[in-house]
């Protein structure tokens, strides 16, 4: 409608029945975002080949399934984190090609098409208890099209464990560093190569580690340079994000 | 320019020169906001009426006066928040007419027309400590042309010093409380008067209070209905939301 | 009793029975707020056309229904707050008229008369689990006769649904921003408007959002002028104050 | 049994079996509490006319009452703070005497033998959510002898309730103030009166309240002289802190 | 004045020129507080003895010092508290009465008359650096009129310095605790004695001591029955709360 | 295999198939870990003795089954800590001669065998509360062969339970500290011994005691000399390490 | 000498003189680092192009000096951060050619190649008073040969600045958004973009702002994709990670 | 003289002079301490060999200067720490052969004798902005007889740097870890060694560091066994605890 606002207004011009000062006055007077805001859009979609993504665990198993079944008619990849067994049930009752991904809480329907230039992104982690975060990272970098690398369990309490797989990390595009309680093999991790790091601290901890906080904290103050961190738990920006990295590094 | 470039793609159309679909498509690729944000910034000059304002505690006294030289030459009033006597001298020295008001740590220059019909907007401050914060509202709101009301030092502890002003507190459109410490002033006032009470905590106080902090969530947690919170300190904020109401309700 | 004391008093004044001098002394020594706080009270019956509200989350269902059985006798409109199902229905056992508002989590007796021409206020909510607070919100709004005004869903991330509603935000009285995670939002309408904006955050967001102290954090820090701020996930206090101002404003 | 070799020695002293170099040594050696510290002990025992008090929620049913068992066998009154029907349920299968105060959350067993000339303490409490709290105070305090006053639902949001009973809080020997919230029925009471106020910040509260760390920062930081603070929802600290004042006062 | 519009009222209605009902009417709409308030100022006025107090350290010299002139007028002692060398010289020069107690940076007019049967308060200090507020405390006490006895330098690392003086413990009518880092001396004294214990934390202490809350913290926390606390540094509080209790208890 | 590669390479270095300078060059290259790490790992076997430790409270009961079964093929001791019953019964149903011990929450597989000569290790607690994790250090400490000494509810509310027990404080080689509430304990402790001190702080406790908040700062504050903390809650930590101590001090 | 070791080893196995078991033991033996860790230092140095960087606020003049002139001598570029005027004379002294930039407090020796191909890297800051952490990004992202674009002062309080501006933050590669107060602008520009953001939370602010508390607890609860988030102030690390995306992304 | 009352009294019992039973009176009321802790002060003694300590920061230099003097008559060492040159100058005016250590910022007078079978306590830093901290550590070390190893400047963000120095790690008794910003270099070394490591946080860092919050956090969290933590900046607390264990390990 607002395109055709223009248009009348336009061929009022083209044909005489306005002159060009009144018609200035009146795109003044028209609400921009009719005319400008599709660029802001446009741009957005350059986002194409991410999957839809579903925070599921605000929404009730319905509200869930619903929106899966909406957004799987157009989008190749969609994706729901942080969901629970009886929210895939939900989903699976109306998308039986859903998948639910249990170790990192993801249900996914649809099947990326992973492009083997691009990465990969190293995800390490540094407990068992961290895997939940570590995985939501990992299955979001692979709905993403990139090669995802996991290397789990390489606390620095164990510093060997980290330090034998040396040319993993070498060979590495990005690499997101998992770890609750200390947070100390993010500054590990960082001081040992040359690529970006994405630091995810997890509510992984007891006592003073206040739900996350300490390892946040220790984050944000690593020693190591080109670190950078997100919110605690927060596996899903780390891999959205590292998927970018890997995404323009590869010229995508 | 932008409006030059629009002119001629206009020109052209009414000349037969381009097509109602051409024009249509260059609109949507022109940048929107040389269309739009005139609307934006139209809708914020209705804030006419309200002084420009400069936060000087961040700047050199050579920056605060060259601000004050350029905005004294269109605005009606300038003020200057947080301002030591250095920044006033090095403003007088260019502009002899400027003010210092030195309770409140304003500068200021040009003189509002009080509008007798504004307000009046009363602030009520509890201890004499926090009258620089008081007055930096009072300043603000006079500043705006509106009236303003100072009932100082009624804190609860001699809370018949509040209790006498009783008519005071009803007559007032807007009411500011300004309080450190506790900051129970907030609730005892919001809970005497059926007026929008702006709620002021200062960083006056010792130990526990933790600059400010102990006021702050007093007056968030206010058992009080009809009371709302602006940061710590913020004088500026609360005179300046409050002229805003006033000018409302007297129809301005 | 205390006004047959009074009485007693001054009829053996006018009869001869007692002195000027011995009056005083009596006064003085009489409970004062037996005189005066009448006045109190009766500055607060100001705010009629103000529902009566029971916040019920720390009331049992029993207790919840029999508060509104008493308050419906007298009172137009009577709201019930942070009410789940079986509170409603210990309400709606005892009044039938009764009507729950699910997505505000509001109980409702009573049909409040919306004056047109007060307000519209507007709330605008930046995610879709910020809606049980701007529905609190907006109900509360309703409830005291003003006319809400609902833009919900129109976070920064994209900012251009935010935009495309510019008259409904130019048009507005009062604007309430209910925004968890960061809590933006509020700093992008009021930069964007001249009315008051009241801002909620609200306690959703994960890790380090630390229970919406994020958010609140954010409003009171904000960078625009004419944003005040309220507690944590306090619909009901944004909705309160924002009726007060537009009926002010109304002149009503 | 201590004592007994206390005896021996001292007599082997007495009849000439012992030197006083030798005893010096000995009794160097002898752990000094075995000398000592029934003085401490004594000290201590000055406090009769104190209850027992057992600390319920961190005890089993079963624990909590062998606990009661034992104790009623020698102390005039048993409370048993914190505890819930589950805990009482157990104590009175066992003490068919035992009550339970459910607003108070306490068990008691055995009947205090209030002095009427200790006292009153006068416990005021803000709102309906902070009786819990209010009410083990006021159960301590009567369990110890003195007489208790309760004036509750008085907060500041209406603060002509509270102002109405300005005579009991006139003739009242100690006053605990209980409020949660923002706490500041607490400065507001100290400025009103010339007695020792005592303070309890309770839990109750909302968003920024922190669980009562609000309304603790604001009593700490009260303008008011002559009120000191207890731990948040400490009814029992206040209540027992306060009759030991008030039976000082009363020369007990 | 006020007192004359009553005295007016009442000789009309003694006089004849004026009816009963027309009286009580017009006592309604009087200001309450020129009534009633009275008697409150009459209740604070129960705390005659208690000495003046000026807290120093936001006021300028020149205001101190006038200040006190005008205090010293009417008051038998006018204490200032947190108050430097400077101030004092500026109160010296106009009152050379003055005394300046250095290690409590207390400034003194006036000799209190101690009255041998109030108190004693025992003023109870863990470190030498606690004792800057010690002093604040026990000054205020004897400016009270009670008598003050000093225990110093006890803390909890060298028990036996405390215990030493256990019969100064026990012969104290209140005892007050001052200790900074842990703050555990105010447990050990309350485990010890059974008087009220004041505790106050100071703001002494190194890294994690975070300015005083540590001992904050702890002292709220503490274990023993009967012990309040007051503000981080709060010597004045802890004095005068004690002192009210002295007085009490000796019946002044 | 890389032991392989190391030794084809030094095999045809040693029959004149290659160079020392090629060689060195290829050693170089080879990943360190091949070489180095197992003396990394040879230092952590020197701490054979220690049993092996599972945190049981993230694992679901198989889990912890299943990894009981598999280190007790080859550990002498296997400790699962933070077990509940449920997590105890699967592990019996695999392994029954498994032990649950319900005060510490550890299940135990496995008899160690304690050396006599090394320690005690006094464990003091201060409340009954604290027994949990008082248990878990000690049953560590059993453990790993060292002698375990139980001293509990010994709190500073009643100092003279502490001090009866002064030689078991003298014999002890190390002293574990476990309390919550303000931690005072802690400092008491390393005030009356010369032997290293290690400060469990427990979140026991109430109100401002934020989850154990309180006795951590408290004892991280500590006044006395020779007390080092661990995290909240950490019995196992504190426990390990001073089995560490007690061994070495022992030349085990 | 550690390879004159293994040189010698390796010798003694080629002539006979060891055996290969012999050897592989030693080696074994001997520390890894002499062997390996050349790797790690080459991994590192494959960040070539990055200048040498020195953090001179914790180092004397004369400190920061020497360390210029150590650098200067290896390194294309050296930088020195968080540097004031006495820190850039001293370094000015010995070398003449350094540079003060003023604005990113940053002394800089040595010049820069900037690659037109790599980048080009935004930043945007919010204020001026954000500018000294920009630049300081900025001159990094410089130093690193890669094209910087500043964009300052478009705050969300006026939104409009930074939507003129759409086409500069298309363009880049990677985005740095500073900003204090409530830090919103990264979360309006990560929504309005598809390139990696960094956000660096700025002190700026008053009040709640808590030293930049503010800002960065509302980066990291963003609710754009898309975001990470580094220390407070920490312009550098900003810099350099940028700079590091931007050379992977050119292939550099 | 306490032991004369208790010889009078002995002897008056041997003597026939007094009875048992009042001896034993009299011994009950006796003040305890004049007993028993003779024997607490004689276990104290036994930390002989240890320096004393004098906390300089909060005296003058007067004050400092004469407690040196004081305690240097009778103790072999006497070390100052947290002292700035003023101090040293006045220690030094009096004592002409105090030492000023000004790395470490400790004052010493006398000469420890080093014995070379005690210890060595490494001591490890991170960062050169630590040292001050290590040093304290170190010379707190020496000052009690034990070898001191300085491993310095080993941070995690050059992990070779520390790994190059393995056999230093493995030969020490105990370890100290130094580190502010975030800590890690605890949890790497507590990863690598199997000896007691006591951790040190500093207050070194900016932003998010919180004046060492995130290194005090990041050690409490450690995910290495064996590490302990002292409060932040307490190089003379860590060095006091580990000469301890040197000396017990020692069996000195």
Redesign the interface.
Known sequence: MD?QR??NL??D??E?RA??DE??RH???????D???????H??A??TGFPEVVLCD??TPEQVAGIFEALSKSAEVVLGTRADASRFEAVNARLPEAVYHQAGRIIQVGTPTVDEGVGPCLIVS????DIAVAEEAALVVEATGCVADRLYDV??????RL??H??RL?TA?VIIVVAG????LA??V???????V?AV?T????????????????????????????????GF??G??SA??CR??AGR
């Open positions: 395109e223009l248009r336009l061929t011009l083209s005489g002159q060009v018609v200035v795109l003044r007077a028209m609400p921009f975002e005319l400008g805001y599709a660029k802001v859009d741009h957005r350059l986002r605000s929404k540094a407990g068992t208890s606390g620095v309490a164990g510093l060997h330090l034998q040396h040319s070498a595009k309680m200390e947070g100390a500054s590990v960082g001081g040992l190569v040359s690529q970006p994405i601290p509510s992984v901890g007891y006592g003073a580690s206040f739900g996350g906080l300490a390892a946040l904290l220790s984050m944000l103050n690593t020693c190591a340079s080109g670190v950078v961190v997100v919110n605690i738990d927060n920006g780390a959205y994000f970018m990295l323009q590094i």
